[in-house]
């Protein structure tokens, strides 16, 4: 393994103004996606979608790195280039998901745990001479209003996030290490802090326990926010002081960058957030953007799957990539909304 070089792809991922497009979801994901703007989930739908996403005007300036799924990472533009090689000319890093979702926690009704550790260390191999120079796991922790998540399902999830990070380490691959804390339900910003909280610290003795280098790794985390059901609406504010709280109090300093997930707030909220927490001071990490949703919601809208209106989507893409790569540095404002 080449310290160096993870800690390099790491620095580029989130140098300056960048962060990382979330494309990487699954078919059954993009099917519904897909259904939301009445396209067939075909193989070259999903093609044609990638594609426009990946050629848009000027978002290497914004974008450090995308996030593929495996069926994208073997397709290609229309011109014949693979998609990890047209990304890669435009300087832009291809990564991998390569954990197989998260399923029911075996006795622990309502907690998951996230599959695909079979087989990794040979599929890391194969990604890698694919292209990928990082990969994705996405630990999923449920919140319910009694006892849920369990404490065994924090140390589960934390234990396959940190065998995934090994192996990727030791393939050379840079492992972004998601534990996501879900805005599904009711619960206040209270509970996700706490539960936020737990979760990370368990997190990170795990991956030191499976000699992890944390310079070579990206976090993904979760903003501690108030559940979509919950009554008491918190403000940006709020959940810039709370989020970056907890994340001072939890994460080394040794880690290169950390890069939000978008979660299912809307693209406008998930900007103002990141833009919040950067405008109120500096930190130990850069801290920026993995968004799929608050990245894409918009282009998805936009493009409705026509030939026609794939230069107009694209210039919303490049325009969501580059107010999110304002919010690095703390100088978005909502009014920018409106800029053409
Ligand atoms: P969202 O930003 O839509 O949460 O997606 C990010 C992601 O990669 C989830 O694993």
């Not at 059954?28 to 939301?36: A, E, G, N």
């Not at 065994?152 to 234990?159: E, K, M, R, S």
Request: net charge neutral.
């Amino acid at each position: 393994m080449n310290v160096d070089e993870l800690k390099s792809v790491a620095a580029a991922i989130v140098a300056q103004q960048k962060g990382i497009l979330a494309a990487d979801e699954s078919n059954p994901t993009i099917k519904k996606r897909f259904d939301s703007i009445r396209l067939e989930s075909t193989e070259e739908n999903r093609r044609r979608y990638r594609e426009l996403l990946f050629t848009a005007e000027g978002i290497e300036r914004y974008i450090g790195g995308v996030i593929l799924f495996d069926e994208t990472l073997r397709q290609s533009s229309r011109d014949g280039t693979p998609f990890a090689e047209l990304l890669s000319s435009r300087g832009i890093i291809p990564g991998i998901k390569v954990d197989k979702g998260a399923k029911a926690l075996a006795m622990y009704s309502g907690d998951q745990v996230t599959e695909g550790l079979d087989g990794l260390r040979e599929r890391l191999a194969e990604y890698k001479q694919l292209g990928a120079k990082f990969a994705k796991w996405r630990g999923v922790i449920q919140i319910d209003q009694h006892d849920i998540p369990s404490a065994y399902a924090l140390h589960a999830n934390a234990h396959a996030l940190a065998r995934y990070a090994a192996l990727c380490q030791e393939a050379g691959i840079v492992p972004i290490v998601e534990p996501e804390v879900l805005m599904d339900g009711p619960h206040d910003m209270d509970r996700c802090e706490v539960v936020t909280s737990h979760m990370l610290e368990i997190l990170f003795a795990e991956l030191d326990a499976h000699r992890v280098i944390f310079e070579g790794i990206l976090l993904k985390p979760n903003m501690v926010i108030a559940g979509m059901k919950c009554t008491h609406e918190s403000n940006v504010r709020q959940v810039a002081d709370a989020t970056t709280r907890c994340l001072r109090r939890y994460v080394p300093s040794a880690v290169p960058g950390i890069v939000f997930l978008s979660g299912g707030q809307s693209a406008e909220d998930a900007t103002d957030h990141l833009n919040a927490m950067n405008a109120m001071g500096s930190y130990p990490w850069p801290l920026s953007f993995s968004y799929g949703r608050a990245l894409q919601a918009p282009v998805l809208a936009a493009w409705h799957g026509k030939e026609s209106n794939v230069a107009m989507a694209q210039k919303v893409f490049f325009k969501r990539c580059q107010l999110n790569g304002l919010a690095r540095e703390g100088k978005y404002n909502r009014a920018m909304e409106m800029d053409k």
